[in-house]
């Protein structure tokens, strides 16, 4: 099989000397290929490598024919048109000129003729027919800005495709042009997301952390991670009944070493047999011991290196556990009333949330989803109409940046819970996978997923305990173990939740009782 990209024996590390890889060898192939790995595993450094705009330390990558990439941020300028984000202006301009009457050859050179057709035509098929190829960038919400983009790859046609995250931002009916697209892609194709549904529709996962690479989707790729767990697991429940046995048996040989030389010393004290034998007789045992005491030694070692590479073995999937009793609303407790609601961003209605319902607020992007959201907490005003909290609320926004940086993990959850102890915080704080000196960390030290963590055990340890969750596109930038922490969580969360995101997997495992969409009438609702 030919390969389109070739990395070979590749290296890259940040100026502060933070390495992201080293000696990495990868390899893609024709197909579409989803590149997955948690946060800072190296992998929008890896395409950025690929694309020419990171220099690797040492090593090499090849690309076999055009690339065309799609950063997570796309470069934009408020003055810049949809015309120039597409890349086709100065054909354009050479059209026009033609058209006015101005033939020169520098015109004929720059015209293609059907440019203007060929980008309509693929704006339209994602989704952008009310996007005017002179319309501002100023003007495009996020995810329109990234479906123009999307685009402009597209009409280049080049031969190796890079896309980054390219669903957040996407509302439901973007994400559904955007599947479409990636499945009718012929050519090579790498893209990175956490997006489970366009996961699936790839022909190989290639593994950043694991340096692998597997023929099928996210779901195949899983069921034989899963497989491998169990045996992995195994692994080490035999390591571990091994290493208690080596133990054992060491236990057993230095209690038998221990009699013979109290035996052999009190022969010595004794002289029953000559001097000289006597003390070539205890020479030897204590040779004989140390021997022995040794070998055994060396087999407890080895089994506790054994134990130690089976537990190497077993990924690191952990799971974070924890009980939130305080958080529970009884069945038929009014937790939020919206009465006549107008928001800034239009009409929504009336609205009553009663005990533990997870509402999903679907919409498309700039139908004021986040603006319900902080009209609902109180941090912008009504236009029309009221609302009503009965329970104590809390709000994760999209950037998280409600914890204080320069605080420890341990003080930034005593922040919201001030009357909590701190052996009660670190012992919340361990359900949340921080253990230990781990608590004491700085905010600001974090990673990306440990940074999240943080975020949701400050959310859900907080004080008095929230009955009411307000999420708002929660797995954006997640990766696959956040988003599955970030279940793992809510399934323990006893509360209402009302929850925006355009992810159906993440809110079907959530178990979402009733869908609310907003709309230019106001919110409708299906359960």
């Keep these: ?22 000696e990495l060898d990868f390899a893609f192939g024709a197909g579409r290929t989803g590149l997955i790995g948690v946060n800072g595993s190296g992998k929008s450094t890896l395409l950025k490598l690929i694309a020419g705009e990171l220099t690797p330390a040492s ?117 559904r042009r955007l599947y479409d697209a990636v499945s009718s892609w012929t050519r090579t194709l790498v893209v990175v997301s956490h997006d489970r549904t366009l996961l699936d529709l790839v022909d190989q996962i290639a593994d950043l952390p694991a340096r692998r690479t597997f023929g099928g989707t996210l779901g195949e790729y899983e069921e034989v991670l899963a497989v491998e767990r169990e045996a992995a697991e195994r692994t080490v429940r035999a390591a571990e009944g091994d290493l208690r046995r080596q133990r054992r048996e060491l236990a057993e040989a230095q209690t038998k070493l221990a009699r013979r030389v109290r035996y052999g010393n ?20 204590q040779v004989s011991a140390g021997k022995h005491r040794m070998m055994h030694e060396e087999k407890v070692a080895a089994a506790r290196e054994r134990l130690a590479e089976a537990e190497e073995a077993v990924r690191d999937d952990a799971e974070i556990r924890v009980e939130l009793p305080a958080t529970a609303v009884p069945a038929g407790r009014t937790v939020l009333e919206l009465d006549g609601l107008r928001t800034a961003a239009g009409p929504i209605g009336d609205l009553v949330v009663r005990g533990p319902e ?70 919340g704080l361990a359900r949340f996978l921080f253990r230990g000196a781990r608590a004491e960390r700085p905010a600001g030290t974090l990673s990306g997923g440990e940074r999240f963590r943080a975020v949701l055990a400050s959310l859900l340890l907080a004080e008095p305990a929230p009955r009411l969750l307000l999420l708002d596109e929660p797995t954006n930038n997640l990766d696959l173990a956040s988003v599955r922490q970030l279940a793992q969580a809510l399934s323990a969360y006893r509360g209402a939740l009302v929850v925006v995101s355009h992810d159906l997997p993440f809110l079907e495992s959530i ?13 409708t609702s299906s359960a």
């Design 511 to 523: 178990g979402i009782t009733r869908w609310l969409t907003l709309g230019p009438e106001g919110a």
């Design 59 to 175: 090593g090499s990558v090849s690309v076999t024919g055009r690339l065309g990439y799609l950063p997570q941020n796309l470069p934009l300028g408020a003055s810049r048109t949809v015309s120039d984000l597409l890349g086709i202006t100065p054909a354009r301009e050479a059209l026009h000129a033609i058209e006015r009457g101005d033939l020169s050859e520098a015109n004929f050179d720059a015209v293609v003729w059907d440019v203007e057709e060929r980008a309509r035509a693929e704006l339209d098929r994602l989704g952008l027919a009310g996007v005017d190829l002179d319309r501002t960038v100023a003007t495009l919400s996020g995810g329109e800005t990234v479906m123009v983009g999307l685009a402009a790859r597209f009409l280049a046609e080049p031969d190796v495709l890079l896309l980054d995250e390219p669903t957040n931002n996407l509302d439901l009916d973007a994400r």
């Design 358 to 427: 997870r509402v999903a607020l679907l919409g498309p992007n700039g139908s004021g989803k986040t603006t319900l959201l902080r009209t609902i907490l109180g941090e912008i005003p009504p236009g029309e109409g009221s609302v009503r909290l009965n329970v104590p609320v809390r709000y994760l926004p999209q950037r998280l940046d409600v914890l204080d940086d320069a605080l420890s993990l341990v003080d930034n959850v005593r922040a919201v819970a001030p009357a909590a102890s701190v052996n009660a915080v670190r012992a």
């Design 266 to 285: 009190k022969m010595y004290e004794q002289k029953r047999e000559p001097k000289i034998i006597m003390q070539e007789r205890k020479r030897q045992a």
């Design 1 to 22: 099989m030919s390969h389109s990209i070739v990395c070979t024996d590749l290296s890259f590390s940040w100026p502060d000397g933070t390495s992201v890889f080293e």
